[in-house]
Each structure stands twice: as C-alpha cells, then as structure tokens.
C-alpha cells in the first residue's frame, strides 16, 4: 500500500497557528520572585506606584513577594502588599513572619487569580523568625520564602520546605531570596528534591550591578537527583531576571511555563471523513491543545502506516485543526485507522517538547467497490444550529444503513467563532457517525456570514479545495454547486466585501467543462446538489438560472436538490422557469417544517423519500432519467 499526504494551502495554517496560540496563552503561566525591599528604592524613596509599575509591566499570574510591612510606624501605616495589589490589579495575601514596629512585617503572594488557601510554616531564623508561606491555587501551589542570614538555619530550612512540598497534592513551586548562591551547601541539598526553573548564570543582585544569584523559582519534583528530573507535568518556555535598577536592591526573576494535559483532555472532537473522491479520503479532528498529528491506517489493526501532513518537506505540527488525507486506497477494501495526537509544549528552532499522546480506538471505512452502483445517502438542510430538530430527524432515520450523508447548507449559520462552529460540527459529525461514514457539508449563504466564516475552511474539505465540484459514488455522479449569498454584492449589509458574480461565472466554465468530462458522461446516474435552488427560488434573487440555464438545460440530472427557502417543495421537470429535471427543496429549520432525505440507488432505481420530523412520508419517489421525465 503506497502512502502519500496531500498538501493543504498555506493560508488555512495560519488560523490553525492562532488558534494554536490562543490554546497556549490559556494554559501557561507567568511566575514572579520579587524581594522588594518594602517598596524602598536604591534611591531612598518609597514608591509604590514604581513597584506596581515594575510587575504590571512583566504582567505576571503570581508574585513571590518578599520583605513586607503590613501597617507599621516604619511604613506609616500602610499594608505595603495591598497597597502594591490596588495599583498591580491583583489579588493579594499576606503572612506575617515576626510582629515588628507597632505591626508586622513578612511575606506576601499577588495573584491574578484568587487563591483557594493559604497557611505559614514556622522555618528556623536566629536574627529573626522565617517562614515559609503557602498559597494554593487551583492548578499549583506556590511557596513563597525569606531564608536566614545563617547557613545552619538555611540548611534546616530545606529540610521544612521539602516536607511541606511532599503534603501538597498539585505542582508545588517555591519562589523566594534564598540568601545564598548556586554553588553553596544550601543549594546543592535544595536541588535532591526540586529542579531549578531559573538560570543562576542571570544575577539578582544588587539591582544597580548584580554580581551574584540568591533569588529562585523552582519545582519540587519529589525525587532524588532533581535536576535530572523530566516527567515534571509542564515545560519552561522562558526564564530571566528583569533589568530593574532602582526600585529594589534586587532585580525580579520571572519564569514563565505552560502546563500540559491530562492524556484525556488532548482530543476535542472525535474523527471525522471527508472529501471521499479520487480513490483518497480525508480524516480531520480537532484538538485542545497544539499537538504532533498522525494516522495509522491500513487493511487490519496490526499492520498498519503512518500518515502526517507534510508542507515543502516539514511534517505541519503545533496546531489544533488536523487534516490528514489518505490517498491511493483501493476501491471495495476495508480499512481501519486511529487518530493520534501528541502535545508539544515547546516548538524551537533546536529543541522541542512534548507531552502526552492521544490515541483513538480504531474506526473502519470502505470506498465503493468497482462496479458498485448501490448506496444510500441521508441529506439534511437549513438546521441552523438547531440540534433539537436535527435529533428529531435522526430518529426518523435511524434504522437505515447509510453510506454517506450530505449537510446542504445553513446548518452552521452565522459563524462567529470556532469555538460556536465546532460545538455544532462536532454533533453533527459524532451522531451521523462520521467517523465511518464520511460527511460533505455544502455552504449555504448563512455559513458565508460572520467573523469566522470563512474559517470554516478549517473545518471542512471542500472536494478540490472549493466550495463546489464533483465526485462519484459508483456510478452515480454527484455534481455539488455554489450560488453564494441570496443578494446582490451591491447589497449595503454586504459593506463590499463580496464578489459572487466572479464565483459563480467561475461555476459555469467548471459546469460546461463537467458534463462533457468522462466522469459525467460514464455515470448512469446523475445528481446536482446545491443549497439555494436553481430553479424554485420563487421571485426570489435567483442569479443561478440566468448564468447556469443554458448549460444545465444540456445536463441529463436525474434531480436537482436543495435547500433555503425553508418550505419543502416538490418541482417535477418543465413546471418551474423551464428546469430542465425535477428539482427539490427541503423544509425549514422549525420541527413542523423540518425535512430529511433519503436518497437511495438499487440496481438501475435511483429513489427520493422525504421525510418529516414525526416520521410521516411526505414523498417516496423513483427519479427517472431525463429522456423518461
């Protein structure tokens, strides 16, 4: 079985990167330590203004704070750490270490987000008592510190914090002035058990010329050896220490990580097929966070190929959208395939990180055999993101075996989002099956509407990469059209942003060309598929008869199917502007109105039933060939 992977057009990446992007920001987090001198400068002045200033700059998710008043005579009063938090925006607590100068004087977190608990643990200080300060955050746990001036005390105090590590039952990161330098006793016994996230080459002090490193921010990784630890549950994009000079005699040391996910929480949706044309298939899903995508596929669950998107030689990774074609299949063969994705949590130049990887359960599909003529196919129009409607026409249909299943336009109105557009897709796609039974969603004039309609792109694969084409399902050839909008380009709503004209003068090279190819000319069946009718569209702006009538009055269809107008309707050949072969439309998105077809090929009977949300039959009707009508 020879594997090739198709290439997609670079413009559909780059929303696939932003998404990727918006994934990120959600799951990384900045982390701050900061000795701050009780806001007092290198200059002599007090500014707390200056100090909120310095971390509303770096815009961190937690602040290590160390060195605080909290309404002394020293400070006038003041609660230095809310002071800080009113000007920083941030949530604060506070921990006091010692009562000092008519108050207190300790340590303190700022947060964006408001903490779930705090507590002290008492640490050894013989100039003064330290503590550790615990504060617990929905995903991780911070320790915020202040060691001794003493080196047996600093000591002792690893031995308290590692303890205290050990009970918390979420990342757990300690950040603070350790009052002592990376090639020390201290530190060497500190890092048996945590893995430090900042690099000691990057000095912390004094903030005017730093000349040593006494400020950390590192993770407990509840082992032995560390530094050596891996299996830590994020990875570190990014560490440094910010070039601030004078509003403390240290500098802050930020370190910014992005936490990875569970295994289960890497798939968005479940796989589903499309484009099943030209003896190739196209499977696509979606994932929550950017990931490495590949399939493996073949004709059992054992022997099985690897497939990825490939783009000028590079495998396409670090995205959320996932479209990978299978091509050179064998018509009639069975095969199996599973989606797998693995998280990348670093995409460098020389160096990448991962996570987990997701793996689905192995899914089947079959193309057509050669001379197959039988299938069945369900088509569903105009459900508007009504899910309700669309599970009363499912039930109605849910005791036929179907090969395929056409969406017919305005199912995804309106997009404003991918967010909004994959919660429909994916029901629509994960209660059709679609992971066997491959999907063609057509685009109605509602889904050319709103600010990601044209992100569907992302979503869909357009046989031959546009919105309309032509594909075979034995010899039965499928024609599928494109009218655009329902007005005029002119149309003030429209702001000028439109150019149907073009697209549809586009179709009628792409028509005259189709029903003179080979493809046309073999199939013994023929069916034009479209959202707005050709022909029925009442009065109605209806700009596909006067540049498509000429041509499709020489195409032999057995029927015309669409949507739109939200009324079903019947119209056999010659009864409606001269159509040149009955033409359909199915019903509106309200369950009284709502229709689904079901479109059937036995033998040399081609057949329509149409049925409505209370399972009545509102047609059952055998399409006769043109010369028949």
């Excluded at 959320?320 to 989606?339: E, F, M, P, S």
């Amino acid at each position: 079985m020879k594997k090739r992977i198709i290439f997609l057009l670079l413009s559909l990446l780059i929303s696939h990167f932003s998404r990727a992007n918006d994934v990120v920001a959600k799951n990384t987090v900045s982390v701050m330590s900061y000795n701050i001198r009780n806001a007092k400068g290198l200059d002599g002045i007090t500014d707390y203004q200056r100090l909120a200033d310095v971390i509303r700059r770096e815009a961190p998710d937690v602040v290590a704070v160390q060195e605080l008043d909290s309404v002394t005579g020293r400070s006038k009063g003041a609660d230095v750490l809310r002071e800080i938090a009113g000007r920083a925006l941030m949530y604060s607590v506070y921990g006091a270490s010692i009562p000092y100068d008519g108050g207190k004087y300790g340590l303190g977190v700022l947060s964006k987000e408001r903490p779930l608990n705090c507590y002290s643990a008492v640490l050894p200080g013989r100039e003064e008592q330290r503590q550790l300060f615990v504060v617990e955050f929905e995903r991780y746990v911070i320790g915020c510190t202040h060691l001794s001036l003493t080196e047996e005390d600093r000591i002792s105090s690893v031995d308290i914090i590692k303890e205290e590590a050990a009970k918390a039952k979420k990342p757990f990161f300690l950040a603070g002035d350790l009052n002592a330098t990376p090639e020390s006793g201290v530190m060497n016994r500190l890092q048996k058990d945590f893995l430090l996230l900042n690099n000691i080459k990057n000095f912390t002090i004094p903030a005017d010329k730093p000349a040593h490193c006494i400020d950390y921010i590192a993770y407990y990784t509840g082992k032995k050896g560390g530094a050596e630890e891996k299996e830590k549950p994020f990875t570190v994009l990014s560490n440094r220490v910010v070039e601030e000079p004078v509003a403390s005699d240290h500098r802050p040391v930020i370190v910014n990580i992005r936490f990875k996910v569970k295994q289960s929480e890497i798939f968005r949706t479940l796989p589903y097929l499309q484009n099943p044309a030209d003896d190739g298939i196209t499977i696509m899903w979606q994932t929550h966070v950017p990931v490495y995508s590949w399939v493996e596929y073949g004709t059992d669950t054992v022997h099985v190929e690897k497939a990825h998107l490939l783009w000028d030689g590079q495998v396409i990774c670090n995205n959320t959208n996932h479209k990978i074609r299978l091509t050179d299949l064998q018509a009639g063969q069975r095969y199996y395939y599973r989606v797998c994705s693995r998280e990348m949590t670093l995409y460098q130049a020389y160096y990448k990180e991962f996570g987990a990887t997701a793996v689905s359960r192995f899914y089947s599909f079959a193309l057509p055999a050669p001379g197959q003529t039988d299938f069945t196919a369900l088509l569903f129009n105009d459900l508007h993101k009504r899910q309700a409607t669309y599970d009363a026409l499912l039930k109605q249909v849910k005791d036929v075996p179907y090969d395929f299943a056409v969406f017919n336009g305005d199912c995804i109105d309106d997009p404003a989002s991918e967010d909004q557009a994959l919660e429909h897709l994916s029901l629509y796609c994960e209660k059709i099956n679609a992971s066997e039974k491959p999907v063609f969603f057509l685009r109605g004039n509602h889904e050319i509407r709103n600010a990601y309609s044209i992100g569907l792109r992302d979503l869909f694969d357009y046989v031959g990469n546009k919105t309309y084409g032509a594909f075979n399902w034995g010899d039965t050839r499928f024609v599928m059209f494109d009218c655009g909008e329902d007005k005029p380009d002119t149309t003030q709503v429209y702001y000028g942003l439109n150019d149907f004209e073009q697209l549809r003068l586009d179709q009628r090279e792409f028509l005259k060309k189709e029903i003179v190819g080979k493809a046309f000319q073999e199939a013994s069946k023929h069916v034009l598929i479209g959202h707005v009718p050709i022909y029925g569209n009442s009065d109605r702006y209806s700009p596909g008869v006067e540049l498509w009538a000429d041509v499709l009055a020489k195409a032999p269809f057995n029927i015309s199917i669409s949507g739109h107008i939200h009324q079903y309707s019947y119209h056999p050949k010659g009864t409606v502007k001269n159509n040149p072969f009955p033409e359909i439309t199915g019903g509106a998105p309200q369950l009284e109105k709502a229709t689904v077809m079901v479109l059937r090929r036995k033998g040399a009977v081609l057949t329509l039933t149409v049925l409505n949300a209370r399972g009545e039959t509102i047609l059952e009707k055998e399409l006769q060939d043109p010369c028949e009508n």
